[in-house]
């Protein structure tokens, strides 16, 4: 498997999807108030954004060649509701989580399809440098009693905010979808099985 995949994976060895999407809101949050962050030690804000970091790589990289798998692709014609029922399209395993904790919900239908059209969008918006430059500022600001405001406007916030939710949702698709042969096996969630309806005589 290429090391931009195993990154992807490697990321959420370290945190599943929902602890993910948590963090980030955590740090986008403080970074944006005068308050340092609390509540958990400032380590584990330098830790989050040095792997979101080796995550961003990777998407570069990924994106770079153009190395997409057609798994991670859903047939479009058979892709009504959201496939919520199909758990192995969106749901990660994690013993304290619901499949509705993996649903991703910063992504449109056709992202959802395509996870790599997220990438695709992601690297467009700024260059490798100028997300890590991002990441590094939220680290300061979530770390400092400084806001982020103050140096940015509110439309460039949300637009950070929007594209890194997308940013982990996308790349836990992709994670999930990959054949296990290119990934370490790991235990899978069972799609939902048909209730079979009792016919009365």
């Known amino acids: 498997m290429q090391q931009y995949y195993q990154a ?3 990321f959420f060895d370290a945190y ?3 602890h993910a999407l948590h963090m980030l809101a955590k740090l986008i949050k403080t970074a944006d108030k005068e308050k ?3 509540g958990a030690c ?9 792997r979101l970091e080796l995550l961003t790589e ?4 990924l994106q770079e060649r153009y190395d997409y798998h057609k798994e991670v692709i ?3 014609d058979n892709s009504g509701l959201w496939m919520l029922n199909q758990y192995k399209t969106y749901c990660g395993w994690h013993r304290a989580s619901a499949p509705w904790d993996f649903f991703p919900r910063h992504l449109s239908q056709k992202e959802f399809i395509d996870p790599y059209k997220v990438l695709k969008k992601f690297t467009k918006y700024r260059s490798l440098a100028g997300w890590k430059e991002i990441l590094k500022d939220l680290r300061f600001n979530a ?3 400084h806001s982020i405001s103050e140096f940015d406007d509110r439309i460039g916030i ?3 905010w929007l594209l890194l939710h997308k940013l982990l949702e996308a790349a836990h698709l992709i994670e999930v979808r990959m054949p296990d042969d290119e990934i370490k096996p790991r235990k899978k969630w069972k799609d939902k099985k048909p209730v079979k309806k009792k016919i009365t005589p």
């Open 58 to 61: 990777a998407v570069f990289a």
């Open 16 to 18: 599943s999807l929902p």
């Open 74 to 76: 859903l047939d479009k």
């Open 42 to 50: 400032p380590a584990n804000a330098i830790w989050f954004t040095e």
């Open 143 to 145: 770390l400092s009693p």
């Open 8 to 10: 992807i994976d490697n």
């Open 36 to 38: 340092i962050w609390k």
């Open 158 to 160: 949300i637009s950070i």
